[in-house]
C-alpha cells in the first residue's frame, strides 16, 4: 500500500523558515521522482518543487522550482529513510498553502493528507 506522510508544517512569520518531510512507504522509493505541491484557499494545486531518482542523496538528481520558490526552497531526498524533504526560506504570506508530498506509482498519482503552512506578515 503506497503511503506518503508529510510533516513539519506550521504557523511562522514571514522571513522565516520551515522544512517539511515525507516519508515513504508501499513502493520502491529510490526509483521514483518525488514533487511537492501546494494549494491555497481558492487555487489550484500547483507544483513546487521536484525531484528525479539518483543513486545517492542529491547526487545525479535533476530538480525543478517554479518561479515563485526559486532561490527560497530546496528539495532533497535521502533514499535510506525513503524521505523527501522541502526546505522553505524566506518565506512569505503568498506561500500560505496546504503542501502536499506527491509520486506516480503504476500511472496514478499518489498524494499524502497535506501538511499546512501558514505564513503571518
Known amino acids: 500500500q503506497v503511503q506518503l506522510v508529510e510533516s513539519g508544517g506550521g504557523l511562522v512569520q514571514a522571513g522565516g523558515s520551515l522544512r517539511l518531510s515525507c516519508v515513504a512507504s508501499g513502493f520502491i522509493f529510490s526509483s521514483s521522482i518525488m514533487g511537492w505541491y501546494r494549494q491555497a484557499p481558492g487555487k489550484q494545486r500547483e507544483l513546487v518543487a521536484q525531484?528525479?531518482?539518483?543513486?545517492?542523496?542529491?547526487?545525479?538528481?535533476?530538480?525543478y522550482y517554479s518561479d515563485s520558490v526559486k532561490g527560497r526552497f530546496a528539495i532533497s531526498r535521502d533514499n535510506a529513510k525513503n524521505t523527501v524533504y522541502l526546505q522553505m526560506n524566506s518565506l512569505k504570506p503568498e506561500d500560505t498553502a496546504v503542501y502536499y508530498c506527491?509520486?506516480?506509482?503504476?500511472?496514478?498519482?499518489?498524494w499524502g493528507q497535506g501538511t499546512q503552512v501558514s505564513v503571518s506578515s
Open positions: 525531484i528525479t531518482s539518483g543513486g545517492r542523496i542529491t547526487s545525479g538528481v535533476s530538480i
Open positions: 506527491n509520486t506516480v506509482v503504476r500511472s496514478l498519482p499518489r
